[in-house]
């Protein structure tokens, strides 16, 4: 901190470039940030897979619907403790644009089957004595304002109710919010059996079930034998690991940890290239007064301190605060809600954006910083500016 003074004013000396310099390494930041919550957003569901639960589908493809009464079958198997079916209902509320995960579920069953949901005890009562009763994660609930005791119409453009494309009503009995900070929280829930009844097609089917399994060793020995209890079947099945089954859904769109490697490596390469030629133009214009630092007693460590210490500072200021940017933005939400429900800035992707700074900082000043360390006197004094 004793020669904070003279770094500042070498950076002060051409305010535009600093200006400039400052600005790229803001936005490589930033956008660093911004890709950390999105690559967040479509892996949540992995990392929130349980190591216990598989998913049974169609064999097909999971547009294709099984039977209800595979549940008590696949309960019926070695190894499977309990098993809970959902159906993708693909609800609207009002506006196209505002769609969001609804399915239609039996209460206990998906909610033993999903601890991570937390809802109070007096809510579960409730859903169970409605039949149009339904409950929503925290963040659609903050999203359109809903609150318990809401009565909400939903249209569905893949199921109708009844033969008039009618909506459907539901009235919301309970908020649930996540154990976790990446548990989704924005799924609206309803009864299947209130769902079976007014939709006029595929009654007694449903989209998928979720399997818990006694032991996660054994799962997928469990999931061959689901598959080989319905083979040769009208519906034959599926059975995988709940966090393949999330992985395969994030990888239809590629490998979001590969591009995001990829794209920061270039922007990140350019920005260190940015800022390393700040710093040598920066030491080539003062090396006149380098060397009448040195006359004056600054030991050729000090001086390489010094120099480095710009390089320091400047990636300091611009990395922390688009870091700080990032995470100010970030807080307020997701951009697109029915796409990412999922959306923060992880407390790793932080650290390691601050360890990011760090580094550039230091590969962008080293080489200068030392060229400044070894400058003899006589050599930087004839030398003209």
Known sequence: MKFFYLVWRNLTRKKLRTALTLLSILVAFLLYGFLGAIRLAFTAGVNMAGADRLIVRHKVSIIQMLPVTYKERIERLPGVVAAAHQTWFGGIYQDPKNFFASMPVVPDDFLAMYPELVLPEAQKQAWNASRTGAVVGRTTAIRFGWKAGDRVALQSPIWPRGSRNDTWEFNIVGIYDGAKKNTDTSQFLFRYDYFDEGRPWAKGEVGWYTVRVRDPAQAAAVAQAIDAEFANSAYETKAEPEGVFMQGFAQQIGDI?????????????????????????????????????????????????????????????????????????????????????????????????????????????????????????????????
């Open 257 to 385: 940890g590969t591009i995001m490697i990829a794209i920061l490596s270039a922007v990140f390469f350019t920005i260190l290239l940015v800022a390393g030629n700040t710093m040598a133009q920066s030491v080539r214009e003062r090396t006149e007064e380098l060397g009448v630092l040195k006359a004056m007693g600054f030991s050729n460590e000090l001086v390489l301190a010094v120099v480095l210490g710009e390089s320091f500072l400047i990636a300091a200021l611009g990395g922390l605060t688009g870091l700080g940017l990032a995470w100010l933005i970030i807080s307020r939400g997701s951009p697109v809600p029915g796409m990412l429900p999922i959306f923060y800035l992880p407390t790793g992707d932080l650290v390691i954006g601050i360890v990011l700074v760090a580094a550039l900082g230091f590969v962008a000043g080293i080489l200068p910083a030392l060229q400044a360390g070894r400058l003899r006197i006589a050599e930087a004094l004839r030398r003209q500016t």
